[in-house]
């Protein structure tokens, strides 16, 4: 057995039950895949991170579904960090995560913790019908071409006309595999749609978003950092967002508000990085006996 301390951080929130939950792992970052995995499921969590040592960063953070390793998610990202210097792992205002994605480095700014997320990547357009189908909505609800778009991690980032359709999402397993082959994903876990509307839950927002999710994962992500870079990504590329920062709010249907800061780093034209704040509340510590491989 490998025993880790733990953090149960809810990122994204600067309060207990907001946000997005992530256990974050210290050393545990040379641990399988199967029982990284297993523990994602054990938690009932989206996400956990599990952490180790770097020689090309100041740590090493691999990040976890319950069905599979993935290089990089946003919400884990402020969860690490905010369990790391809860615990006074790190010194200063910066720290370099070395992440299947690249070197990710992080800011705090006060209370928030900002990641720089990579330049973004433009894919294909996704035809409006399959997308319409995957999340049991009509084409009519869709503005403008969704597209799979990724500053770490790949989704089809889909605009919706009004907060109405997008409260009224439901997921279309058999129709989300087909836009998922559509686009050259391996499996109906690999893009997701990430719907967003042109207006806040709340009147501090610039957009509300929500992402429905295939099992074995939880059915609705809280807040998805990776993709809230993704969707700034495509507004401002698509002329869709004047402000070069805004704040990006999801979760408030589940009873778990989120909210970040996002802003962009170079022109709209020229997307250099995307750079993604947001808080995070250590709700838990422990340790964790873990089989060295199953």
Not at 148 to 158: N, R, Y
Not at 265 to 271: K, L
Request: glycine share 10%; aromatic share 6%; charged share 20%.
């Amino acid at each position: 057995m490998v025993r880790c301390d733990f953090d149960w951080v809810d990122a994204f929130s600067d309060r207990a039950f907001g946000g997005n939950g992530c256990a974050v792992v210290h050393g545990g970052a040379h641990l399988p895949e199967a029982v990284c995995t297993a523990y994602v499921r054990e938690t009932s969590l989206v996400e956990c991170t599990f952490t180790g040592p770097s020689e090309v960063a100041d740590v090493k953070v691999r990040y976890f579904l319950a069905s599979r390793e993935i290089p990089f998610a946003g919400h884990p990202t402020i969860a690490t960090v905010a369990a790391m210097r809860d615990r006074g792992l790190f010194q200063g205002d910066n720290i370099t995560l070395e992440t299947g994605a690249g070197i990710v480095p992080v800011r705090l700014d006060g209370d928030l913790i900002e990641m720089t997320q990579v330049a973004p990547e433009f894919g294909p357009f996704a035809d409006p019908e399959l997308v319409a189908a995957a999340v049991s909505l009509p084409v009519e609800a869709i503005a403008g071409r969704p597209q799979k778009v990724s500053t770490g991690l790949p989704f089809c980032v889909t605009v919706l006309r009004d907060r109405a359709a997008l409260e009224a999402v439901e997921l279309n397993l058999e129709a989300l595999a087909a836009l998922c082959a559509s686009l050259g994903a391996d499996g109906i876990d690999m893009m997701e749609p990430f719907l967003v509307t042109l207006e806040g839950a709340t009147a501090a927002g610039d957009t509300f978003s929500r992402l429905l999710m295939a099992p074995p994962s939880p059915p609705e992500d809280p807040f998805t950092g990776s993709a809230t870079g993704a969707m700034a990504s495509y507004l401002w590329h698509h002329g869709l967002m004047d402000k070069t920062e805004f704040t990006a709010e999801q979760g408030h249907g589940l009873g778990r508000p989120g909210q970040a800061r996002v802003a962009r780093v170079g022109t709209a034209e020229a997307i250099e990085g995307v750079r993604v704040a947001g808080e995070g509340f250590v709700l838990m510590r422990g340790t964790v006996d873990l089989p060295a491989a199953l």
